[in-house]
């Protein structure tokens, strides 16, 4: 009785879908010739559609996610290797993530609830971002139009005026826009983004996007003053930034991406965070994602030359508290004039060989007093302690990163007080105020095309 219940339970799927399965199979089939036509060999939808009919009836056929798949056997060996990536294989790594240390908030910065670690206090690792065969036709493509333009032979200047950079946008190279494009390569990265960092893919808009050159000072044969070898700590104007690496590591010594706050930090585990801060991807391929208000800077590329795409991905107002960025940029620059005022003074005292300084009072006194209010101090040469204190590098160092670490942890709005796009009121002036604002510029003699909108 079991043998025939089988028997007439194997009778009754096979009816049941042999007629479902040629009628797929006749679909299928063309599609994959379709595909292998204009799609690269990894990505066989047809195939797996086909497949999955037959296994369906109780077939054998292995899935495209398998080394004994027929087409696996018939891969060329970089095929291959982007198959083991992209299937999620043994070589396939994970995420690296490097959180900065936590530091106590200056006493003149505005008091938050806020007290836990924010996302943005974090830096990832994402090895093979790119497969190894994309990395390959990016960096080719990325040559081509470099030699076609000789826009890796001067700064430019004009884009990114204070610290310039030998790179060029990736939209001006048609050929390596729409390849970027074919691979969805913004999805995917603003989808690693939005979801490391706690934000929306449609939170995020690219606010610059191109490919830079470092090269070994050495190896510049022409003697080019514009060869970049480095660049110095900066902040970006974005609040997310990126950096894929194209050239093996290999072809190049040196280079990487330095963060201050990661200056006294160990990772035992892993060989990306080397001495000074520096931040090393193992592989073509691999991208580095942070914080473009993080400082950070490039490290220098003693052999070879190196080539990066770089991002900076703007978040949307709607999530962020915008009154916190001024505050820090405040701080910020307060150091710098600390700095200033110590050199000038130096500078003075050297000079004129002072032993001290005379305090003008005058301007605060009632008149007339032109003659009074001056009093000479000898001694606190070249300055006053609490300006030499605050003029020390080391001081300065961990002032800016306090600032820095309070941004971040409070420039995102929580999640539950964040609207969208469209909720979002944009300060951008309606036609009358747009007609009264140029009556009265006219009325001062200012062309409306002259002044720049920052």
């Keep these: 009785m079991k043998a025939k219940s089988h028997q007439k ?37 047809a195939w797996s559609f086909a497949s999955s009919c037959y296994q369906s009836m109780g077939g054998d056929i292995k899935s495209r996610n398998s080394k004994k798949s027929p087409l696996y ?6 095929e291959k290797d982007d198959f083991e990536l992209s299937s999620g294989g043994e070589d396939k790594k994970e995420t690296i993530k490097i959180t900065i240390p936590s530091l106590s908030t200056p006493s003149n910065l505005p008091a938050t609830d806020s007290s836990e670690q924010s996302p943005l206090h974090s830096l990832y ?3 093979s971002f790119f497969t190894p065969t994309q990395t390959s036709k990016i960096l080719s493509l990325a040559k081509q ?26 939209e001006e190279s048609v050929e390596l826009s729409e390849y970027l494009a074919d691979i969805g390569f913004q999805d995917k990265m603003f989808g690693e983004m939005a979801e490391l960092y706690g934000l929306d893919s449609s939170d995020l808009s690219f606010l610059d996007f191109f490919c830079v050159q470092y090269q070994a000072k050495e190896d510049d044969d022409d003697g080019n003053d514009d060869v970049m070898d480095q660049l110095e700590p900066h902040r970006d104007g974005s609040l997310l ?19 201050d706050a990661l200056r006294d930090v160990t990772l035992p585990d892993h060989n990306v965070l080397h001495q000074g801060g520096v931040i090393r991807p193992q592989n073509a391929g691999d991208a580095v994602l942070h914080s473009g208000k993080l400082l950070h ?13 770089v991002g900076f991905v703007d978040v949307g107002l709607w999530c962020t508290r915008n009154d916190f960025l001024p505050i820090a940029t405040k701080e910020w620059g307060r150091c710098d004039v600390m ?90 002036l309606n036609e009358d105020e747009q007609r009264e604002r140029e009556e009265v510029l006219r009325q001062l003699g200012i062309d409306i095309n002259d002044i720049t909108i920052l």
Aim: glycine share 6%; hydrophobic share 35%; proline share 6%.
């Design 9 to 45: 339970r194997q009778k009754k799927i096979t009816t049941k879908h042999v007629v479902a399965f040629f009628f797929h199979m006749a679909i299928a089939f063309p599609l994959c010739f379709v595909e292998a036509a204009f799609q690269p060999p990894t990505s066989l939808t």
């Design 73 to 78: 056997s018939n891969m060329k060996q970089e």
């Design 125 to 127: 690792i994402q090895p």
């Design 145 to 170: 139009h470099a030699e076609r333009t000789n826009c890796w032979t001067t700064k430019d200047d004009e884009r990114h005026s204070t610290y310039a950079t030998v790179d060029f946008p990736i």
């Design 241 to 259: 930034s990126f950096t894929i690496l194209l050239t093996p590591p290999n072809e190049f010594e040196g280079g990487g991406t330095s963060f």
């Design 297 to 309: 800077g490039a490290d220098v590329v003693t052999f070879g030359h190196r080539v990066v795409l």
């Design 339 to 428: 700095s200033y005022r110590y050199k000038r003074q130096s500078a003075i005292t050297t000079q004129k060989k002072q032993s001290g300084w005379i305090l003008n009072n005058s301007r605060w006194l009632p008149p007339p007093s032109e003659a009074r209010g001056r009093s000479y101090i000898k001694g606190y040469v070249p300055a006053f302690s609490s300006v030499i204190k605050r003029a020390d590098k080391e001081f300065q160092r961990m002032k800016k990163l306090q600032v820095e670490y309070w941004l971040l942890q409070n420039i995102l709005l929580p999640e539950e007080e964040r609207g969208g796009a469209d909720d979002y009121e944009d300060d951008t």
